[in-house]
């Protein structure tokens, strides 16, 4: 379907990557990894056609529907609707209704009947254009995407533009993904999603039968999806035909080969440097000189990958001594001023010395604004928020990057936060967290998202803490990145409380869940896979935006001596619900299909000719009242379907 014929690109004198020759197959999942800045995204607008490569050639087979997530989103009109935003956005959609209300019209009125027939003719394509891109069942698939991505029905008919951001970017998303696209094309999805949406995510991304191209730092999405990994990385575009672990484990491989292969080089190329520069003046030994030069000339670098330096030399220092209990909240609420209800109100919690504790729910429900509270940045507007013996806090928030100069270099922002610390000392602190003094020097515009998060933290824990509070940190790192800080938050001797949307962070550092949902807020005791397995049972949650939940008091973990009793009891309640859903899933995909089988046939009749004007108009409204009855249907199934899934 693609194939990139030695292609090259640069910015300015420095090659992006260079002779890069690739091949991706109809049908194939493919992820792309590598270093921020490596050229990931470039490959995408070649793709495209947004960028044309300085040399070789990009070849697109046919002209395949491409799924793609712009990144600059504006409502048509300030009254355009979340649903009609991403209804009308997809293309050929709008202008297909256009056309076959005009010639439903146009034919009503026409006698001619050569200009009848020419109209029948046009109509029965408009219907086949429109069938063929999943016309009859787009506003049911755009409401499931969208229910997926985190809104609430009553959000459909807001108004676009009163949406923030984060939320235009799932619409955007949502509007792809119903688009039945041939080719999609994402470029790290998981960034502006939550916990839910992320897992929503990848259970779409799963069913889906297309062409897929995936750049992400994702590894729970990685692992869940792709089959191919594309490596971009040190100026070279390499194809693994393996999964995300595999080609990790053959990386490591080749990467001690090149190695292997360099430090040979770099002998052999010391070697006849050092020939060169003794006998370059001897008259007996100047064609042998040049013999080497010539040999050096020729000689082709072996270039290493980049080998990300993202979290590198993150290494948390030990946590200083803290009592037992970090801090307690009783009958904690905060409200916004204003806003006219709490985010949470009568909220019993205590966080204990090496907690480690992630917050998970939809966005809006108010995570950062828990973590604040928990780190002493914000007060309770009821109740109280009570702190331990010799508790220091150390909070990183979601826009950190935001908080430091552009202009300062990485030594003043680390001075700024270093107090009276000895200019020598703190030149150590920079080495320890990978910053010589080269690095030191470099302003915080040109440092890499990696860079930026190692500097964080080196800011705070020059006055380390014992209570490390962290929203959002992976954002910016990548695969190696992040598991050098899952690495490190796992090792930290002290507490933490974090927020993040990457599954596989939480599943590797959170000993606790701590739930946010309109059931309220609950703290299960275990991991995140011990926290799915117990929400598992449960009715799915209609996710609520802006709806601010109840709290109450977390359940208590089961001991592991009547886990499994529990499992087995648990399993036994369930059955008479799952048979119940099994029957409304078998029920609602009979109709489905009864309905789909009478919409082929009233297509097939509109494209035949064999409808007269009256005939075509009640053919016309039954298209449309199956349209209706398709898409409550669809929504019925999706319900009992994830409903059924949740069950296990």
């Given at each position: 379907m693609i194939e990139f014929r030695d292609v090259s690109v640069r910015y300015g004198p420095e090659p992006l990557f260079e002779h890069a020759s690739l091949k991706i197959n109809a049908g194939e999942r493919v992820g792309i990894v590598g270093p921020?800045?490596?050229?990931?995204?470039?490959?995408?607008?070649?793709?495209?056609?947004?960028?044309?490569?300085?040399?070789?050639?990009?070849?697109?087979?046919?002209?395949?529907?491409?799924?793609?997530?712009?990144?600059?989103?504006?409502?048509?009109?300030?009254?355009?609707?979340?649903?009609?935003?991403?209804?009308?956005?997809?293309?050929?959609?709008?202008?297909?209704?256009?056309?076959?209300?005009?010639?439903?019209?146009?034919?009503?009125?026409?006698?001619?009947?050569?200009?009848?027939?020419?109209?029948?003719?046009?109509?029965?394509?408009?219907?086949?254009?429109?069938?063929?891109?999943?016309?009859?069942?787009?506003?049911?698939?755009?409401?499931?995407?969208?229910?997926?991505?985190?809104?609430?029905?009553?959000?459909?008919?807001?108004?676009?533009?009163?949406?923030?951001?984060?939320?235009?970017?799932?619409?955007?998303?949502?509007?792809?993904?119903?688009?039945?696209?041939?080719?999609?094309?994402?470029?790290?999805?998981?960034?502006?999603?939550?916990?839910?949406?992320?897992?929503?995510?990848?259970?779409?991304?799963?069913?889906?039968?297309?062409?897929?191209?995936?750049?992400?730092?994702?590894?729970?999405?990685?692992?869940?999806?792709?089959?191919?990994?594309?490596?971009?990385?040190?100026?070279?575009?390499?194809?693994?035909?393996?999964?995300?672990?595999?080609?990790?484990?053959?990386?490591?491989?080749?990467?001690?080969?090149?190695?292997?292969?360099?430090?040979?080089?770099?002998?052999?190329?010391?070697?006849?440097?050092?020939?060169?520069?003794?006998?370059?003046?001897?008259?007996?030994?100047?064609?042998?000189?040049?013999?080497?030069?010539?040999?050096?000339?020729?000689?082709?670098?072996?270039?290493l990958p980049a080998r990300s330096r993202s979290a590198g030399c993150l290494r948390l220092p030990p946590a200083p001594h803290a009592g037992a209990e970090i801090v307690r909240l009783e009958d904690a609420a905060y409200a916004y001023p204003g806003a006219g209800r709490p985010v949470f109100e009568h909220l019993d919690l205590r966080v204990m010395n090496g907690d480690k504790i992630a917050i998970v729910g939809y966005n809006g429900m108010g995570k950062t604004t828990l973590l604040r509270l928990l780190a002493g940045v914000r007060k309770p507007t009821a109740g109280k928020a009570v702190f331990g013996y010799h508790v220091a806090p150390g909070y990183q928030s979601q826009d950190f990057a935001e908080t430091m100069d552009p202009d300062a270099t990485v030594f003043a922002v680390a001075k700024a936060a270093a107090g009276a610390l000895p200019e020598k000392e703190l030149r150590n602190r920079l080495g320890s967290f990978g910053f010589d003094a080269d690095d030191a020097a470099k302003p915080v515009k040109v440092l890499s998202g990696g860079e930026k998060i190692r500097l964080a933290f080196l800011r705070i824990f020059l006055n380390p803490p014992n209570f490390l509070l962290l929203d959002e940190p992976t954002t910016h790192l990548d695969l190696e990145g992040r598991e050098r800080l899952q690495q490190a938050v796992r090792d930290y001797g002290g507490t933490v409380v974090l927020v993040s949307h990457d599954v596989e962070f939480v599943r590797g550092t959170a000993e606790n869940i701590l739930e946010i949902s309109r059931r309220g807020i609950r703290r299960f005791h275990g991991g995140y896979d011990y926290y799915r397995e117990k929400i598992a049972g449960e009715a799915p949650e209609a996710p609520a935006p802006g709806e601010r939940p109840h709290t109450h008091d977390a359940p208590k973990a089961p001991s592991s001596k009547d886990l499994r009793r529990q499992r087995a009891a648990e399993r036994a309640a369930k059955a008479p619900e799952r048979k119940r859903l099994q029957r409304l899933v078998a029920q609602a995909e009979a109709d489905i299909a009864k309905l789909e089988a009478e919409q082929g046939a009233l297509t097939q009749s509109l494209g035949d000719g064999s409808l007269d004007a009256a005939g075509l108009a009640d053919a016309g409204k039954r298209l449309r009242a199956i349209q209706f009855d398709l898409a409550k249907r669809t929504l019925e199934w999706e319900e009992a379907a994830t409903a059924l899934e949740a069950l296990g």
């Open positions: 921020n800045g490596s050229g990931k995204s470039t490959l995408l607008k070649l793709i495209l056609g947004d960028l044309s490569p300085d040399a070789g050639e990009v070849l697109r087979e046919g002209n395949p529907r491409i799924g793609f997530v712009r990144q600059h989103l504006r409502p048509d009109t300030p009254e355009q609707t979340l649903l009609q935003y991403c209804l009308e956005g997809i293309p050929g959609f709008e202008r297909t209704e256009r056309d076959i209300a005009r010639l439903e019209n146009a034919l009503a009125e026409e006698r001619d009947p050569v200009r009848k027939e020419r109209l029948l003719r046009e109509l029965g394509e408009a219907h086949t254009r429109f069938e063929q891109m999943g016309g009859y069942s787009l506003e049911a698939r755009v409401k499931e995407s969208l229910g997926g991505l985190g809104y609430a029905t009553e959000d459909f008919g807001r108004p676009f533009a009163t949406f923030s951001g984060g939320w235009r970017m799932r619409a955007e998303l949502s509007r792809v993904l119903a688009s039945h696209p041939e080719l999609l094309l994402l470029d790290e999805p998981s960034n502006y999603l939550d916990l839910p949406a992320v897992e929503w995510l990848q259970r779409f991304l799963r069913a889906f039968e297309g062409t897929l191209v995936l750049i992400s730092h994702d590894r729970y999405l990685l692992r869940a999806i792709t089959k191919i990994t594309v490596e971009v990385d040190g100026g070279t575009v390499t194809r693994y035909n393996a999964p995300l672990d595999t080609y990790l484990r053959d990386r490591e491989v080749r990467y001690r080969q090149l190695l292997q292969a360099k430090a040979n080089q770099d002998r052999k190329r010391e070697q006849l440097e050092r020939f060169i520069e003794r006998f370059r003046a001897q008259a007996t030994k100047a064609a042998q000189a040049q013999s080497r030069e010539k040999q050096l000339e020729k000689m082709e670098e072996i270039r």
